[in-house]
C-alpha cells in the first residue's frame, strides 16, 4: 500500500478481512518512520498501545463481535489532547514531563468507537500561533514543501493528515487552529459549533473559544469523526445538550437550492490575489452546481481580529496562571524564594509568544483598562454574532477565503507578530460568534502550494456546512495527496 485510503475504506476492509487492523497500523508506523523525520508532525508517539488496540480490534472481527465505527483506523491527537499513559506537553517546556492522568472527552470516544491512536501532534505552544513554529521541540514542515510553514497552530495534526501518515487527526481551534493548517496543507478541517465537542481534557487557552475538531483527507472522513466525537458531556459545563444527528447522512445531496452568502468583507485587497481568484473559481463551481450565490455584508468583520486577541489574551493570562512551578508542571531549580520561583518557573518554561500573550491579556484585564479594552471587545463579539445572525435569515451558508495569504516559508514571519495575527483576520469572527466553519480545499498556487476556502454555517447546522463542502469535493479534485510515496 503506497497510500493511505480513506477512513471510512480502511475501516470497511478491515471489517471485511481484506486486511487487518494490525497491518493497518503497521502501516501507520511506517509511513511515519519514513516522512516524520522531513515533516515533523508528531511530538510522540504510542506505538505500544496503538498496536493493542489494533489487536483488539482483529480479536473482535475474528470472533464475531461488534466493533466500533472507526473499527482500526489509526488516529493522531493534538498534544492539548489529554490522554492517560501520555505525555501531554502542549508544546512547551512547562508540561514537558507532565504524564496524562486522565482521557478527554473526544479520547474516550475514539477508544470507544475502537479507533488507533497513534501518537500525538507538534503545535504551536499552547496553541498560541499560525505557523506551528512556536513549538518549543520543533517547528512542523509542510508536506508539501519542508521549507513552508504547514499552518498553526495544529500545523502538526494538519501536516500528518497531508502526508498520509495517518488518515484522521483531531486539532484544536481557538482562532482558526484548524481551519487555517487544514487550507495550507491541502486537507479537511471542521470546527463545529461551540458546545457541539466536549473540551473536558483539552488543555485551556481561551475557554470561551476553543473547539476540538476534526482533520482529514475528505468531508465524508471529516463527518465520520465528527459522530464520534460530538455529543453532550456532563464533565463540561459548556457542552450543549442538543441533538446530535448522523452527519453522513445526507452529505451527498449537493448544492442545488442552496444560497450561499459572498461576504463583500472577505474579499478585499489584502487578500492574496491567488486565494480571490482561487476561491471565486469556487464559486463559480457551485453556480454550476445549481447553488445561488447572494451578496451579503458583514460589516463588523474588520474588528473581529482586535477583539479576538484582547478576548483570547485575556482568557489565557487567567487559564495560564495556574502554571506556578508549585501545582505541576516544570519548576525552577534556581529559587530564592516564593516570588521569585514564581517568575523563574514561568520565565524558563514558556516560549516568547506565550509570554507575549500572558502579558497583553494580564494588561487588558488590570484595573483602568477593562472597560477601555476587555468590556468594549465583548461588545464588539456581540455585534459580530449579530451580523451572522441577519446573514443566515438570508443564506444557508457563507463561502469565502480562509487565509489571507498562501502558505509562507519557515521563519519568514516568526519575528514580526503582527504578520502572524494577520494570517487570522478571516477566521477568528467565527469563534468569536461560537458558529461551526469548515476549511475545504479549493486550488493551488503558482509553485504548487495549496490554498483553501471557508464554509460557515448556523448553529448547530453542521450537517448543511458538509453537504455544502461535499458537494464542491465531488465536483472537483484539488484534495490530492503531496508527493510522498
Request: glycine share 8%; net charge negative.
Amino acid at each position: 500500500m503506497t497510500d493511505y485510503p480513506s477512513a471510512t475504506s480502511i475501516r470497511d476492509s478491515i471489517i471485511k478481512g481484506e486486511c487487518t487492523a494490525l497491518d493497518i497500523a503497521a502501516e501507520a508506523f511506517r509511513r511515519i518512520e519514513k516522512h516524520d523525520p522531513a515533516v515533523r508532525a508528531f511530538i510522540s508517539h504510542t506505538q505500544k498501545t496503538a498496536l493493542d488496540k489494533a489487536a483488539e480490534v482483529d480479536t473482535k472481527i475474528s470472533r464475531g463481535k461488534k466493533v466500533g465505527a472507526l473499527a482500526g483506523v489509526p488516529v493522531v491527537i493534538k498534544d492539548n489532547i489529554n490522554m492517560r499513559g501520555t505525555k501531554t506537553t502542549c508544546a512547551s517546556r512547562i508540561l514537558e514531563n507532565y504524564d496524562s492522568p486522565y482521557d478527554a472527552f473526544v479520547v474516550k470516544r475514539l477508544l470507544a468507537e475502537d479507533a488507533v491512536i497513534v501518537g500525538k501532534a507538534n503545535m504551536d505552544e499552547f496553541a498560541m500561533g499560525s505557523s506551528c513554529e512556536n513549538s518549543a521541540f520543533h517547528p512542523t514542515h509542510n508536506p508539501w514543501n519542508p521549507g513552508y510553514i504547514p499552518g498553526g497552530s495544529s500545523g502538526g495534526s494538519a501536516a500528518a493528515v497531508a502526508a498520509r501518515m495517518t488518515p484522521l487527526s483531531l486539532g484544536s481551534d481557538t482562532g482558526g487552529s484548524i481551519r487555517q493548517p487544514a487550507a495550507l496543507c491541502g486537507v479537511v478541517g471542521i470546527k463545529a459549533t461551540y458546545g457541539r465537542v466536549s473540551r473536558y481534557g483539552l488543555v485551556a487557552f481561551g475557554s470561551s473559544l476553543d473547539q476540538i475538531g476534526p482533520i482529514a483527507t475528505n468531508v465524508r472522513d471529516c463527518a465520520l469523526l465528527l459522530n464520534v466525537i460530538a455529543g453532550a458531556d456532563p464533565n463540561d459545563s459548556t457542552s450543549a445538550d442538543v441533538p446530535v444527528p448522523d452527519f453522513t447522512e445526507g452529505i451527498d445531496g449537493g448544492a442545488k437550492g442552496m444560497k450561499l452568502g459572498v461576504p463583500r468583507e472577505y474579499f478585499v485587497d489584502d487578500i492574496a490575489p491567488e486565494i480571490t481568484k482561487a476561491v471565486k473559481g469556487a464559486l463559480d463551481v457551485y453556480k454550476d452546481c445549481g447553488a445561488e450565490l447572494v451578496d451579503i455584508s458583514l460589516p463588523h468583520t474588520p474588528y473581529a481580529n482586535p477583539a479576538y486577541h484582547i478576548v483570547a489574551d485575556a482568557e489565557a493570562s487567567s487559564n495560564l496562571a495556574r502554571y506556578d512551578g508549585i501545582h505541576y508542571g516544570h519548576r525552577s531549580e534556581e529559587a530564592e524564594n516564593l516570588i521569585d520561583l514564581y517568575s523563574r518557573s514561568r520565565t524558563e518554561g514558556f516560549g516568547p509568544e506565550v509570554k507575549r500573550r500572558i502579558l497583553l491579556g494580564t494588561y487588558v484585564l488590570s484595573a483602568g483598562y477593562y472597560d477601555a479594552y476587555y468590556l468594549r471587545a465583548l461588545k464588539v463579539r456581540t455585534l459580530i454574532r449579530r451580523d451572522f445572525d441577519q446573514a443566515f435569515k438570508r443564506v444557508d451558508a457563507i463561502v469565502c477565503p480562509i487565509t489571507p495569504v498562501p502558505p509562507f516559508k519557515l521563519g519568514e514571519r516568526i519575528d514580526d507578530p503582527l504578520q502572524m495575527y494577520y494570517c487570522d483576520i478571516l477566521t477568528t469572527p467565527a469563534n468569536l460568534a461560537g458558529l461551526p466553519a469548515l476549511s475545504l480545499p479549493c486550488g493551488f498556487t503558482g509553485d504548487g502550494m495549496p490554498i483553501g476556502m471557508q464554509l460557515m454555517g448556523r448553529p448547530f447546522d453542521e450537517a448543511t456546512l458538509l453537504r455544502v463542502a461535499r458537494a464542491f469535493e465531488a465536483a472537483t479534485d484539488f484534495n490530492r495527496a503531496p508527493a510522498l510515496s
